[in-house]
């Protein structure tokens, strides 16, 4: 039986520019950061907390990869990082140096802002109701 997501490729210019950010900046947890030959790595990070999707930084191979970082979605939110406590956490990211295209705003189902990850990937921080 399928159960849920266990993680979704996002598309990097570099493995550890990726760790730096997402371990570093936001927190997150290291999970796995295995060599696997000819300079690849699986490499699989998830916010800290109970089990839940991972990412899978994978490292740009080529053009077209390369052209994809930062636009897996064509410019629309790609990911939707949940919090219980959307002051603590989003005024966490700031001093983390994470950009917020907007102001937080309040919506029927929760309080939202999007922000940028530094490879241009569109997230939401969102509390839900």
């Not at 603590?88 to 983390?96: E, F, G, K, V």
């Amino acid at each position: 039986m399928l159960t849920r997501i266990g993680a979704l490729a996002l598309v990097v210019p570099d493995y550890d520019a990726g760790i730096d950010f997402y371990v570093g900046r936001l927190g997150f947890t290291l999970l796995a950061d295995e060599d696997q030959g000819a300079g690849k790595r699986w490499v699989l990070v998830a916010p800290p907390g109970e089990g839940g999707s991972a990412l899978l930084l994978a490292k740009a191979d080529g053009a077209a990869q390369q052209a994809a970082i930062g636009n897996q979605t064509g410019g629309r939110v790609f990911l939707f990082l949940h919090t219980d406590d959307f002051a603590a956490d989003h005024a966490a990211m700031l001093a983390a140096g994470v950009i917020f295209e907007e102001a937080p705003r309040h919506e029927p189902y929760g309080t939202v802002a999007v922000w940028r990850d530094p490879f241009g990937n569109r997230w939401d921080l969102l509390q839900l109701i």
